[in-house]
């Protein structure tokens, strides 16, 4: 079974400092990672996807399958990051759902 | 930007009724589904539904619920006989393929009481 675990529900740190939200999988075998963001009133959307090893918003996610982890980096916080964050994963085949971690709420103080 | 629709925002409904929540998916995509979010809880996966049936689904989607695509443009989920663990947000996602990004809808809060 696919499990995704993001061990803190709430993260606050201050403007421009290191912001780090943690995630863990457990899954068999070969899967795909996503990073999905909320912002206040908005719909879920995907914020960057372990395949694609692109940079968005300054955000960065590394997979390191020997941890099985994917943690969300980004080296100077803003106000506007503010959102609840969502790690997923997906297995490869077939309809490809999405198993999602519980959720970090990022509040960052000015 | 085309976005997944979802109606109604809101439904309230008794214990024991039927409800069935509306998604119009991105027009070209050709992979759907439902997820729901029990307050505090995290988002889960109930069913996926690609060519006209469901290709995977949850533990949680039993005879209570099904999904159908009536038109070129409609998604639904029907719970029948609600019950009160069964409030929470659902959300209706879709993708242009399986290997896709998913599109989320802003989410149909279902309260049962």
């Known amino acids: 079974a696919q499990r995704v675990t993001q061990p803190e529900k709430l993260l606050s740190v201050f403007k421009g400092a290191p912001v780090e939200l943690k995630c863990n999988y457990s899954?068999?075998?070969?899967?795909?990672l996503f990073w999905y963001v909320q912002y206040s009133r908005q719909r879920l959307q995907l914020l960057l996807r372990?395949?694609s090893r692109e940079s968005i918003k300054g955000f960065t996610a590394d997979l390191n399958k020997g941890e099985t982890s994917f943690h969300l980096k980004k080296p100077f916080a803003q106000e506007e990051d503010s959102a609840m964050y969502y790690c997923?994963?997906?297995?490869?085949?077939?309809?490809?759902?999405?198993?999602f971690g519980q959720g970090t709420r990022l509040t960052i103080n000015p | 930007e085309p976005e997944v629709t979802q109606t109604p925002s809101h439904q309230v409904t008794q214990m024991g009724q039927e409800v069935i929540l509306r998604c119009v998916p991105i027009?070209?995509?050709?992979?759907f589904y439902w997820y729901r979010q029990i307050l505090g809880q995290k988002v889960e996966f109930l069913v996926s539904?690609?060519?006209?049936?469901?290709?995977?689904k949850s533990e949680i989607f039993d005879d209570q619920f099904s999904v159908e695509r009536p038109d070129g443009s409609n998604f639904t989920l029907k719970i029948r006989s609600t019950k009160l663990e069964d409030s929470a947000m659902y959300f209706c996602?879709?993708?242009?393929?399986?290997?896709?990004?998913?599109?989320f809808g802003p989410g149909t809060r279902l309260t049962v009481t």
């Open positions: 899954y068999s075998g070969s899967p795909e």
């Open positions: 539904f690609y060519n006209n049936e469901i290709s995977e």
């Open positions: 997923a994963l997906s297995t490869v085949q077939g309809a490809q759902k999405l198993v």
């Open positions: 027009s070209n995509h050709l992979y």
């Open positions: 996602a879709s993708a242009r393929d399986g290997g896709y990004e998913q599109y």
């Open positions: 372990h395949i």
